[in-house]
């Protein structure tokens, strides 16, 4: 059964209504099977998506990227601009996913990211997940989890900080994404938080300058292939014996 532009703009609003504990998931089904908006299986995943937009989680089920703008779009009217964030980040989560099953990759789902990003001035780098940054709480079902980025990486005023003090250069390679691949690589780096994450305690302070350090993606994986995670002097060490 074809999904139609009005289709989605209804299921949105039955899954809204479930959200909101308004309507039963059953009874929202019954109602989408009554109307033939779409099969039954199809209206569970698009609900099943709209609770994990609105918990920032990932789903691993897929929307085309209609009912995906179009939700995005209708989150950031119903609910603001926070929330919207919230649900702009579960899509992109939702990207890493799909693109970690070597299926085929979601550029076009990345692509409306990044549209919406510019459209409601947001930083687009926020949502630029790499594989190595997700969150443990970021997909349900218990999937496994890689490394934990906390907020003070993604702070901006920690990270500008951070990179006030070190600069835009790799601290363990030196790696310059400006003098690399010019203006297109201007004010690109990862901050990477030199804190075992497992001491860090709910009172903690995070000091820009002596906890974070500028990274490149690749450095920041292999920092973290250990846990806890390498030193950056200790990384340093095995780039320079592997490099002679």
Do not use: W
């Not at 076009?108 to 549209?115: A, C, L, N, P, T």
Request: contains cysteine; aromatic residues 10%; hydrophobic residues 35%.
């Amino acid at each position: 059964m074809k999904i139609t532009d009005e289709s989605v703009h209804r299921i949105y609003e039955l899954s809204k209504q479930v959200y909101n504990s308004e309507l039963s998931a059953k009874h929202a089904i019954d109602l989408v099977e009554e109307e033939k908006l779409m099969a039954a299986g199809s209206a569970r995943i698009y609900i099943s998506i709209f609770k994990c937009l609105m918990s920032g989680v990932a789903h691993k089920r897929a929307m085309n990227e209609y009912s995906t703008e179009y939700f995005l779009e209708a989150i950031y009217t119903d609910y603001g601009h926070e929330q919207f964030l919230v649900a702009l980040r579960s899509t992109a989560l939702h990207v890493t996913y799909y693109n970690s099953l070597n299926k085929g990759r979601r550029t076009s789902i990345s692509k409306i990211i990044e549209r919406l990003s510019k459209k409601y001035r947001l930083d687009v780098e926020l949502f630029s997940i790499y594989p190595d940054e997700i969150d443990e709480k970021s997909f349900p079902e218990g999937m496994a989890k890689k490394v934990v980025i906390n907020s003070f990486e993604r702070n901006k005023t920690a990270r500008n900080s951070c990179i006030e003090e070190y600069g835009l250069s790799c601290s363990v390679c030196e790696f310059n994404f400006e003098k690399a691949y010019g203006e297109l690589g201007t004010g690109f780096i990862h901050v990477h938080h030199v804190v075992d994450i497992s001491s860090i305690g709910y009172a903690y302070q995070v000091d820009p300058k002596k906890d974070l350090v500028p990274v490149c993606p690749n450095c920041h994986a292999m920092l973290h292939k250990r846990k806890p995670a390498f030193t950056v002097q200790e990384l340093k060490a095995h780039l320079t014996r592997t490099s002679s």
